[in-house]
């Protein structure tokens, strides 16, 4: 799936007894679960009766799952993989998270009961012409693992902002496509199936987070509201929850006297989480946050680095304003650190403010020179360090 919002995940986890982590592999081959391409511009997509099912089918394999517990050991690895090799930045700067995290979890015999895998790259190694359903290159990575290891292979999406993708060239044929979607989950598979694996030593099982309020600035989003609504509750920014009304009246008064105050802005309400496994700490992030938010990568100090700047680059940013340290994993202080996105909500990109650049206008085009697509697909510029504040408390506990 390409994500679930934050009502989705409230009403799964109401239909539970346990805390619930939810997350997504992204993939752009799914079916819309976020209303992003209904049959006409402004149009939800989303058809509520998958919805349903979706949840209504997560449910069920929980209190399956819940009654038929046994022990378990874990084991976990971390390895470095060359990503300029499998996956390219499409946003200035160039900057990447190369670890490849795995978790095992085992019984006493050594069998496996499921695998667990992090890697930071969009699930769009399939084009936009495709009109097949598919998991993409998770689905290709999880496949040879389940042949190889027996259960079930789960796929974490870890730092994908900065618009990291398969390195597929624009224009791929259909049969590059596949074969690239395939190359890529295989290579990874490799990795993580002769990673070097540790037990990890017992330790509390928690779950934590903190729920947050955002505005809504991106003006598209304000434009097209009532199609996006279902979401997410809407608040006022005093916090109390905006009459039904109130979806229809913001968008007509934002289009006719433009721009809408930011007295009038719509809040939503979302969740920064963490999950503990002992030693292994999961810090989830609600949106697609930017990789030198996670590890900082400017600095020469990680391998493979690129260039940060391409020499062409039109409109670069300031890398002398960029996040400092110190930075999420580094926060986290665990010896398995994983930063994962879209974790209990979608709320698009988190750009760090060094780098938002985005036309002040109804549509936010024309767009700046430069590699600013993620703008339109954020909530806005004050989101993210709302986001980021909430996530560095979280990740310090």
């Given amino acids: 799936m390409i994500g679930l919002y934050r009502n989705d995940v409230l009403d799964l986890r109401s239909r539970t007894t346990i805390p619930v982590f939810v997350t997504a592999t992204h993939t752009h081959s799914g079916p819309d679960t976020l209303g992003l391409w209904g049959p006409i511009l402004g149009m939800s997509g989303v058809r509520s009766a998958y919805q349903e099912r979706v949840k209504a089918s997560v449910a069920a394999l929980i209190a399956e799952l819940n009654g038929k517990l046994d022990p378990a050991e874990l084991f976990a690895a971390r390895e470095s993989v060359d990503p ?32 667990g895998v992090r890697f930071s790259c969009h699930a769009t190694a399939l084009g936009r012409t495709r009109e097949r359903i598919s998991a993409d290159y998770p689905g290709a990575l999880c496949s040879v693992i389940e042949k190889a290891k027996g259960g079930t292979c789960l796929f974490f999406p870890g730092s994908i902002g900065g618009h990291i993708v398969p390195a597929v060239e624009i224009g791929a044929t259909l049969e590059e496509q596949d074969r690239a979607m395939e190359d890529l989950g295989a290579a990874l598979a490799s990795t993580a199936l002769g990673a070097r694996y540790r037990p990890l030593s017992p330790g509390s099982i928690a779950f934590s987070s903190a729920v947050v309020s955002l505005p809504v600035e991106n003006s598209r989003y304000l434009t097209f509201l009532p199609s996006l609504a279902f979401g997410h509750r809407l608040f006022d920014s005093a916090g109390v929850e905006l009459p039904f009304w109130k979806r229809w009246w913001i968008p007509l008064r934002h289009a006719i006297f433009f721009p809408l105050p930011a007295a009038l802005r719509p809040w939503v309400e979302t969740e920064v989480s963490r999950a503990d496994l002992g030693p292994l700490k999961i810090l989830g992030i609600p949106g697609e946050s930017f990789p030198e938010q996670a590890i900082g990568g400017y600095g020469g100090e990680h391998r493979y680095a690129q260039a940060l700047i391409a020499p062409d680059s039109e409109n670069p940013p300031v890398l002398e304003r960029a996040p400092k340290p110190p930075y999420l994993r580094e926060l986290l202080s665990a010896e398995y650190a994983w930063i994962v996105n879209l974790a209990n909500d979608e709320i698009g990109y988190t750009i760090p403010a060094y780098d938002f650049q985005a036309a002040e206008t109804r549509t936010m085009r024309p767009r700046p020179k430069g590699t600013h697509y993620g703008e339109t697909n954020s909530i806005g510029p004050s989101a993210t360090e709302i986001v980021m504040d909430a996530a560095r408390e979280l990740a310090s506990r």
């Fill in 84 to 115: 300029s090799r499998l996956c390219r930045d499409r946003r200035d700067p160039a900057a990447f998270d190369p670890d490849l995290d795995v978790l095992s979890v085992r019984r006493g015999n050594g069998q496996t009961i499921a695998t």
